[in-house]
């Protein structure tokens, strides 16, 4: 039986010499992988309360969607500055190379509402942090943080003070795909 990181393509030397690149694309090209994939995470969620599932920009988006719709939850988004049409309120963070920033409605989370965030990815875990920090801004309260992957030995883990599951380890310095 094959696992999900059998569906991960990995390109060596990308984008420079030294980097080992994880291609979730191969998952999402794949019908059995992206199967696996949601089931799995789905799986790190059994006994979970929620109310909400919240994907972050962008590929939580692809995996969050589907694990709200099985589990009959809302999905709300977590996007770069800049994409949400309503209010909104906004947190900066610190990246390798300089900050980002990323929003979510006002109105997205209710106060008291239980929150499952999601990701394709912990690396440092800068991003996750500033989503959940928006989500208790809004009075909500972080469950859990799924991830598909997670990249050992950047400690990305350890920044989060929530309980954090990931489908699989990855080693090495990699970077993964791009969707914008």
């Given at each position: ?26 998952i ?10 949601i ?18 920009e ?10 709200a ?67 208790e ?16 030995g ?27």
């Amino acid at each position: 039986m094959k696992k999900v990181e059998d569906y991960i393509r990995t390109i060596p030397d990308f984008p420079e010499p030294g980097i080992m690149f994880r291609d979730v694309t191969s998952i999402l090209q794949d019908a059995e992988g992206f199967k696996l994939a949601i089931d799995e995470m789905i799986k790190l969620l059994d006994g979970v309360d929620c109310d909400v599932i919240a994907g972050a920009e962008s590929r939580g988006f692809i995996f969050g969607a589907p694990l709200a719709y099985a589990l009959g939850k809302p999905s709300v988004l977590v996007r770069k500055k800049g994409k949400l049409p309503c209010e909104t309120i906004e947190k900066t963070y610190d990246l390798e190379y300089g900050t980002a920033t990323i929003e979510m409605h006002k109105d997205a989370i209710k106060p008291g509402q239980k929150v499952v965030v999601v990701d394709d990815l912990i690396a440092t875990g800068g991003t996750i942090e500033a989503a959940c920090q928006l989500i208790e801004e809004l009075g909500g309260e972080v469950s859990k943080i799924v991830f598909l992957m997670e990249l050992a030995g950047l400690n990305g883990r350890e920044k989060l003070k929530y309980d954090v599951a990931s489908v699989c380890y990855l080693r090495g310095k990699i970077i993964t795909d791009f969707l914008g």
